[in-house]
């Protein structure tokens, strides 16, 4: 059996096309992120990727609409997403496939 830190891997991100990975694929991504309340995620999209987040507990602004616990938001390629978290919280986030640099930045 082998045991690994969250804290090791960049931004929670632990499985993809990347390293530090636990399993490298480029099937799927999956990250384990942390949020404290008033942190952000630059608007963006992905021209290829589906994202899923899974709320386990916090609240967040997506979009100008509000996500709490056990629920469960698809953005799909070339949907613009912005992030801010207004309650410390944990989300777990599903990429597919794991396609290098297929973030966007919108200014």
């Known amino acids: 059996m082998k045991t690994f830190a969250l804290e090791k ?3 929670g991100w632990i ?3 990347f ?5 490298n694929t480029k ?9 404290k ?3 952000r995620e ?4 992905h021209k290829i990727g589906s994202e899923y987040t899974v709320i386990i507990n916090g609240l967040f602004k997506m979009n100008d609409k509000i996500y709490k ?3 469960i938001i698809l953005v799909k390629p070339g949907e613009a997403i912005e992030f801010k978290c207004l309650a410390d919280g944990v989300t777990v986030v599903i990429k597919t496939p794991s396609v290098k640099n297929d973030k966007y930045l919108v200014d």
């Open 27 to 35: 099937n799927f991504e999956i990250a384990i992120k942390k949020y």
């Open 19 to 23: 390293n530090p990975t636990l399993l």
């Open 69 to 71: 616990e056990n629920q």
């Open 37 to 39: 309340k008033g942190e």
């Open 42 to 45: 630059q608007k963006h999209y």
């Open 9 to 11: 891997f960049i931004k």
């Open 15 to 17: 499985i993809g096309n």
